[in-house]
């Protein structure tokens, strides 16, 4: 479980995210959602320990997690960003190698837990001798998911994993996202400012303006019970994206 106490970060005056205190449960998936500019890839960042905190705590699975924490709790989190940022002078075989490298795999260990992501993200195994510019934005996800999935973490973070692609590469990807994130029962957050996506793939959603918890709980609430002006207002304003 992923624990928020208090955690509060500053940019000068903007209040990126401020006083959020919530927790996630394991082998969930929570949607962070909001407007642009409300704190969701600050939040995520926060989590991992890529940024320090101004004030509060994160905790995950009762240990805290700062950018001075030891790495092998940071290499429990998966992270995906929107580009995937790869490498792009690596292969997408080395890309998707490069902490087990660090960590003196064998290189027998790394070549089975590679064909066993390949399979599992579906991707053909021929694309990753290709370097990220030679795949295209749906297979470099794939790539960068692997990669984040390498070491087997219990966290999985991704933020706008699908913001980048194409309508009908998007629809694909979703729905094999989905279904890896409950065959592997990790705790997954994800960050979309994307409505119909977190309808997708939430059990829980959080609802976040201006770098407040504005309602969290199930997508149904949101959906049918929002809990204030704002809330009604970003959902009705996405509705119609919704089937
Ligand atoms: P979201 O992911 O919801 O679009 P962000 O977390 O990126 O929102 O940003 C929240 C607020 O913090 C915004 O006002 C943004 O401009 C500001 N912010 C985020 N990162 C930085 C940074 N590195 N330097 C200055 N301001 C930042």
């Not at 303006?209 to 049918?224: F, P, V, Y």
Request: with cysteine; hydrophobic share 40%.
């Amino acid at each position: 479980m992923i624990r928020l106490h208090g955690l509060t970060k500053r940019y000068g005056e903007v209040v990126a995210v401020d006083d959020v205190s919530l927790e996630m449960a394991a082998a969930q998936t929570t949607v962070l959602i909001g407007p642009s500019g409300c704190g969701k890839s600050t939040l995520l960042r926060l989590i991992n320990g890529l940024i320090p905190a101004d004030a509060g705590t994160v905790s995950v699975d009762g240990r805290e997690i700062t950018p001075a924490a030891p790495p092998r709790l940071r290499h429990r989190m998966g992270y995906v960003i929107q580009d995937g940022g790869l490498f792009p002078h690596l292969t997408g075989r080395g890309n998707v190698a490069i902490l087990a490298r660090h960590l003196d795999w064998s290189s027998e260990r790394i070549r089975s837990r590679t064909s066993e992501l390949a399979e599992l993200v579906q991707l053909p195994v021929d694309r990753l001798e290709q370097y990220p510019n030679e795949l295209s934005g749906g297979q470099r996800q794939r790539v960068s998911l692997m990669r984040a999935l390498m070491l087997d973490p219990d966290v999985l973070l991704l933020d706008e994993p699908l913001g980048a692609l194409d309508p009908m590469i998007r629809a694909d990807l979703q729905s094999d996202l989905r279904d890896i994130f409950r065959s592997l029962d990790k705790t997954v957050v994800f960050v979309t400012h994307d409505l119909s996506e977190a309808a997708y793939v939430a059990d829980e959603v959080v609802l976040l303006r201006n770098g407040r918890i504005e309602q969290s709980g199930s997508m149904d609430d949101l959906l049918h019970s929002p809990a204030s002006e704002f809330a009604r207002t970003f959902v009705q304003a996405q509705r119609s994206s919704l089937v």
